[in-house]
């Protein structure tokens, strides 16, 4: 990007080189005008000196170094060019001043071209004026120190003073004051030698016009700007003033003690006059740089604003993202928990059914047994909801139309809530379809519609809503859970107590609840935030304390078909229709109680039973006997791998093998993918005995 102070530099630069070739041209018209003897080209007039013949060539040389050394880069072919034309001018305005300075006749005068005798105002024939030499040798120099970055300073300082001698000369001429271009009896500067010096310093000042000296002029502020304007009109007003007061002067219109005072007078006048216009730029600028303050403040307590907002926004997304950290590491710690908790409650209530088997229901211990049966039921739908929480339980989904469901549920809802308490429903007509286990979206809807009612102590309304939402990036930013795409939107509402945001910080942890001691698990929220995470959605609270609260559940609006794993078959068979009849079950099961209780249940069924804990150990067990098994009964997961893969394996061995899966949790998405996709029968962990002896019944009776 090119800015203004680079184009102005540009521009400068520019007029250094133009003043190069300038100069240039003047020293090959000054030499024609020798070599054809041409007057006019020598002398603008008879009466005034000519421009020597080495003056000239001394141009020709200054020309050709400044267009060359001025240029931004230089080739290097032009590089010593440039150079050895300055030395060369350099050197011959050194050797012209000592002749001068020492009294010397070094011979250089006459040596290129002779100048005859009789030239106006010439001292010593073919010479150069004193001042012209001086001048030739501070420009030399000058152009010899222009690119070397610790000579600039000096380099600008001799072409000003060069400049400076070369208006001296020009003024006397115009005013006609030989003493400021004659100096005693040598020879004086020629009038068109004076205005080339000032083009030629004033090039090589040009041409380096970010450095020094010139960087006040050629910058894009308010002082370079005023220096380039009042410059130029300085010297143009001036100088016609003085030529006015003069001619005045010469035609005896006044004395000169009035032509001191008209001259007073007038540069009092035109320097009151500049001042007054550079004031008033200056105050503009100061009321311009005010303003700007002004709107640089508002800006800055815009984005201050701005700032405080997004901080809030962070923190807040912040929040979401340590609760949402909060909440995985406390699901995968409960989901831990509840899965071992389902390895022992299989076994107790293994052990506890096969005791109710055998015994009398007139037994004392029949109903003690009876209740333990019904305790760990509780603890196992307990653990259900654990394992909810932690996206680790099975759901069988399916395409459903959450409309419908809500519809289904509402009776049920009504009776839950009470009679002080509405529930006002909103349902979009145009509802997008969703993918979702029934029984696992109509728990999350109870959940949440006894968390409000339980907020609404004197009764209140409960609001239910669906819509379709388009999800964009900006939700996103906010929403550090949210996702780009199209999603169903269920919200639920409630005219309670609502909350404070401590609460609202520990809302979804399990077994957190703000009830009364045996009034609540602390678990029903839990339970929605893990079946929601289940179904790759996010919960969304917005709460007050005193104004109720909105909890809204974004779900995927269905894309494509996802298959689910199958229910369980719980059909009841008859117990005396269960016993086998010696056929040989291997069993992996890798939890020893689970192991033991199981075999014995199996064995009392008349199975022959064989138990692995890995499976390393089924194929080894496998080959010994053959393949000669009936039926394979199998945990998902395994120490050494999982039992999808390893029913690929035996069934190779044995083609006619039966296969029933089982697990607390299939702890992988991709583990009942595969079973659905495989159509492998599937019992969940803690399984009544009865339905595992139904299933394995089932299983070998089947052809």
Known sequence: MITEPDQIS???????????????????????????????????????????????????????????????????????????AAGMVTLIG?????????????????????????????????????????????????????????????????????????????????????????????????????????????????????????????????????????????????????????????????????????????????????????????NKCDADREQAQIELQKSHDILEIKVRERTKELTK??????????????????????????????????????????????????NNLSHINQAVDRATNLTRQLLLFSRRDTPEIKTLDLNELIKNLLKMLNRLIGENINIETKLATDIAPIRADAGNIEQVIMNLVVNARDAMIRGGKITITTENQLINEQYCQLNLEGRCGRFVCLSISDTGIGMTDEIESHLFEPFFTTKKPGEGTGLGLSVVYGIVKKHEGWV????????????????????????????????????DQLKGNGERILLIEDDRNIQKMARTALTKMNYTVFTVSTGAEAINLFNAENGNFHLLLSDVVLPDGNGIDLVGELKLLNPSLKVLMT????????????????????????YKLSNLFGKIKELLTKE
Not at 12 to 41: E, K, M, N, Y
Not at 150 to 171: D, K, P
Not at 224 to 252: D, F
């Open 317 to 366: 997304s912040e929040a979401q993202l340590f609760r949402a950290q909060k909440l995985e590491s406390i699901g995968n710690l409960a989901g831990g928990v509840a899965h071992d908790f389902n390895n022992i409650l299989a076994a107790v209530k293994g052990y506890t059914e096969m005791a109710l088997m055998e015994m009398d229901a007139a037994n004392p211990f029949f």
């Open 540 to 575: 969304n609270v917005y709460s007050e304390p005193g104004r109720g609260a909105v909890i809204r559940i974004y779900l995927p609006a269905e894309t494509s078909v996802k298959a689910g794993l199958p229910k369980p078959d719980t059909k009841i068979i008859p117990p």
């Open 94 to 282: 050194l050797l012209t001043f000592s002749q001068y300075l020492f009294g010397w006749e070094l011979g250089i005068d006459q040596f290129l071209w002779t100048e005859l005798p009789g030239a106006v105002a010439t001292s010593h024939l073919g010479r150069m004026a004193p001042a012209t030499a001086l001048n030739f040798l501070m420009l030399g120099a000058a152009m010899l120190l222009l690119n070397k970055p610790a000579g600039i300073r000096a380099s600008q300082i001799l072409a000003l003073l060069g400049c400076l001698i070369g208006f001296f000369n020009f003024t006397g001429y115009i005013y006609g004051v030989e003493k400021l271009y004659g100096i005693a009896a040598y020879t004086p500067m020629a009038v068109h030698t004076a205005v080339a010096f000032v083009v030629l310093a004033s090039g090589i000042l040009f041409a380096r016009p970010e450095h020094r000296l010139m960087a006040v002029l050629t910058s894009p502020y308010t002082g370079g700007q005023r220096a380039r304007r009042l410059i130029p009109v300085a010297v143009i007003i001036l100088l016609l003033l003085g030529g006015l007061i003069l001619m005045g002067k010469k035609n005896a219109l006044y004395s000169r003690e009035f032509a001191f005072a008209l001259m007073a007078l007038g540069s009092i006048v035109f320097f009151t006059v500049a001042i007054w216009w550079n004031a008033k730029h200056l």
């Open 663 to 686: 697990s607390g949790y299939p702890s992988r998405q991709s583990y009942q993918e595969l079973i659905k996709e495989r159509q492998l029968p599937f019992i969940a962990k803690p």
């Open 10 to 84: 540009a521009r400068t630069r520019l007029l250094g080189q133009i003043s190069g070739a300038l100069i240039a041209f003047f020293g090959i018209i000054a030499l024609f005008g020798w070599v054809f003897d041409v007057p006019i080209l020598k002398s603008i007039s008879p009466n005034l000196v000519t421009i020597k013949f080495n003056t000239a060539l001394a141009f020709l040389l200054s020309g050709i170094a400044l267009w060359l050394l001025s240029r931004p880069t230089l080739s290097p072919k032009a590089k010593p060019v440039g150079y050895l």
